[in-house]
């Protein structure tokens, strides 16, 4: 299986950009690359996903690498509100990639 | 749209006993899935089901059986409750993930085995 490595924690200051890095360097070509986050006591959600190209939604960008050996989560305005554990995973297309299977993340701590 | 509904919210067993943890979804996915995290770690999938009718296991499966007979429902059952198995389950359900759709969580059930 594909694996993604990512520091244990990572500090922002509130209101400043923030940015997040993946290593996913035995990607598949076929490999979505996933990022969901954790707020405390609550179920994960998902942020964004991308296959090639760089992404922009509501809540951040996704920056991929031209290689998709790495990729990178912006948040542009870090708020208190985006303190979570954050975490990249790869999804692939086969029976035995094709489940989302989360790793130990990035917790994100944001400072007033 | 309800999207994920985890019932109960809380539980607390007794070494032994079984019991069934329910999941329902009103958005006609048919990737549903089970998990579980304990105390300062990450999820970890117990089994998922890819349509109804069809299940499989995940990384920790054992100790814990699943069904799925309708689109809506995955629910996830403990045959004979054991301490180790004190955590927070959360089920979460998507369209197939290989295509690069979102997943949606439940709110989670807390399990306490006494």
């Known amino acids: 299986d594909a694996k993604t490595t990512q520091p244990n924690s990572m500090e922002s200051n509130e209101e400043e950009p923030v940015h997040l890095p993946c290593n996913h360097s035995?990607?598949?070509?076929?490999?979505?690359i996933h990022w969901y986050r954790q707020l405390p006591s609550q179920g994960p959600e998902y942020v964004i996903h991308?296959?090639?190209s760089n992404v922009n939604n509501r809540m951040a960008s996704l920056a991929i690498a031209e290689d998709r050996k790495s990729s990178t989560l912006i948040l542009h305005r870090a708020t208190l509100r985006d303190a979570a554990v954050y975490y990249c995973?790869?999804?692939?297309?086969?029976?035995?990639?094709?489940?989302?299977?989360f790793g130990t993340g990035t917790l994100l701590a944001v400072q007033p | 749209n309800a999207g994920v509904t985890q019932t109960p919210k809380f539980q607390v067993l007794k070494t032994g006993q079984s019991m069934t943890l329910q999941c329902a979804q009103d958005?006609?996915?048919?990737?549903m899935s089970w998990y579980r995290q304990d105390p300062g770690m990450g999820l970890r999938l117990i089994h998922y089901?890819?349509?109804?009718?069809?299940?499989d296991q995940g990384e920790v499966p054992n100790g814990y059986n699943v069904s799925r007979s309708t689109t809506e429902d995955f629910p996830l059952r403990l045959l004979s409750a054991a301490p180790s198995q004190t955590s927070v389950y959360f089920c979460?359900?998507?369209?197939?993930?290989?295509?690069?759709?979102?997943?949606?969580f439940g709110q989670g059930t807390r399990l306490t085995v006494v």
């Open positions: 035995t990607i598949s070509g076929t490999d979505y």
């Open positions: 958005m006609n996915h048919e990737y």
């Open positions: 979460a359900s998507s369209y197939s993930p290989g295509r690069g759709t979102e997943a949606f």
């Open positions: 089901s890819v349509g109804a009718g069809i299940t």
């Open positions: 995973i790869l999804i692939g297309r086969g029976g035995a990639t094709n489940k989302l299977i």
């Open positions: 991308g296959l090639t």
